[in-house]
């Protein structure tokens, strides 16, 4: 049995669970609260952060791109029809490009200010850095998310996929970071319509169920959320 270690609005999170869902895995989540330090979870990855991918009591495997890499190379070359790497290698290369840009400087510039500021600040104990929003981390995402999507808008218009011909981790790693915001109503759909019918054809994917099922509690998602055909 595969066990991930999980916060249902961590993006890297989302991530990791569209991909066991399009490779057809069967998982148990576990939520994890990364902020609380906990001794046991510490233990499995010292780092204390979220995901974190378990097989059958084996080694623990910690981060986004690492569980992606452990996916691709335990299932993904088994099943080309639904692999979500490349099999040729600047092809790969792109994808690993497209994960890293979307988890990375995505999240870094736009939605981790997003899901901090919104979601774990309302979770966390004013001790470990709750409490109220930042305005200014507010409004710099809210300005820097409209760059990201004309990037996404660039991609989906000029390739099938963001990575190229065939759904990839690249579609992954944008959808999963873009569902946290879209959930807070702070994705500025106008500003691009080539990324959001990407987007709508990625949210269609029985993948995205799971996900467009969670809530955060006090908090309704925006209409957009759950509305495929938005």
């Not at 808008?153 to 999963?176: I, P, T």
């Not at 955060?216 to 055909?229: E, K, N, T």
Request: charged residues 25%; contains cysteine; proline residues 7%.
């Amino acid at each position: 049995m595969l066990i991930v270690y999980h916060h249902p609005f961590s993006p890297a999170s989302r991530f990791v669970r569209l991909a066991l869902h399009e490779y057809g895995v069967n998982f148990e989540a576990y939520l994890e609260f990364p902020w609380q330090r906990r001794r046991d979870f510490l233990l499995i990855n010292p780092a204390g952060t979220v995901p974190v991918a378990v097989e059958n009591d084996g080694t623990p495997v910690c981060g986004a791109g690492v569980i992606m890499e452990y996916l691709d190379e335990t299932r993904g070359y088994m099943i080309p029809e639904k692999r979500l790497m490349p099999d040729n290698a600047e092809r790969r290369a792109e994808v690993r490009r497209l994960v890293d840009w979307f988890l990375g400087k995505f999240d870094r510039e736009v939605i981790g200010h997003f899901v901090r500021e919104k979601v774990y600040k309302q979770e966390m104990p004013k001790s470990a850095g709750g409490g109220e929003p930042d305005s200014a981390a507010l409004r710099a995402a809210r300005t820097n998310i409209r760059h990201h999507m004309r990037y996404i808008g660039y991609l989906a218009a000029s390739r099938r996929w963001l990575g190229g011909d065939k759904l990839s981790f690249a579609d992954m790693a944008a959808a999963a970071e873009l569902s946290c915001a879209d959930y807070l109503g702070e994705v500025p759909w106008e500003e691009d319509e080539h990324a959001k019918a990407w987007y709508a054809r990625v949210k269609s994917r029985p993948s995205f169920r799971s996900l467009l099922g969670e809530t955060i509690p006090g908090m309704r998602p925006a209409p957009s959320y759950a509305d495929l055909d938005f």
